[in-house]
């Protein structure tokens, strides 16, 4: 149960997918529930892997390096910024996209239920949007500092083709594309509402 291939789409009872033919329906749901990152799963993905919606992942300062995939969850995402509001968190918790593909992805319908909330964004290097990319989504991204990512076209800081993501208190800055924006590119429609956001 919840033990299939993470890479694939959740059961219909939106849980992770269960291993062999047929899924485990599990009738009763469990209460909502606090992960820490990296207290109960070494990494962010394998928390966001694991969660389902409502749950909050808590992630402690430090450098991970990796890109992390909200997979559709309607779940929050953050730094103990958020527990605290203590701004130094926002700076001290750091996701690393390694130059290898976008820091963080919203590509599967995510919602404004969906929240990625006060980290620093660096190195993340894709063809349209090296920090962010959202395609098809509406999530919200607060107190962030994006910066330091690239792209070939579209955008290096936060890529929106037909999205329309909430950017609230965020600085995006120092971010390179070839072709499109350094900051933030809008294509198909895309309605990113930002507050508060310098660029």
Sequence with gaps: IDAGN????RDPDNTPVDMGIYYFHQAVPRENIVITVPDDYN???EAIDVSIDGDTIIVRPGR??????FRGIEI?????FVLTGRTDYITSTIIDGGGIDA?????SNESQQTNLIGFT???GSNQEGGGIYCFNAEPT????????????????GIFCYASSPVIDNCTITDNTVEEGAGGIYGWSGATPRLQNTII
Excluded: L, M
């Design 6 to 9: 993470p890479q694939s789409p």
């Design 121 to 123: 964004i660096v190195n």
């Design 64 to 69: 991970y390096e990796e890109n992390i995939d």
């Design 141 to 156: 991204i607060k107190y962030c500092v994006i910066y330091g990512n690239e792209a070939v076209s579209g955008a290096g």
């Design 43 to 45: 990494t962010i993905q």
């Design 76 to 80: 929050t995402v953050a730094s103990r």
């Design 103 to 107: 820091v963080v992805t919203f590509d």
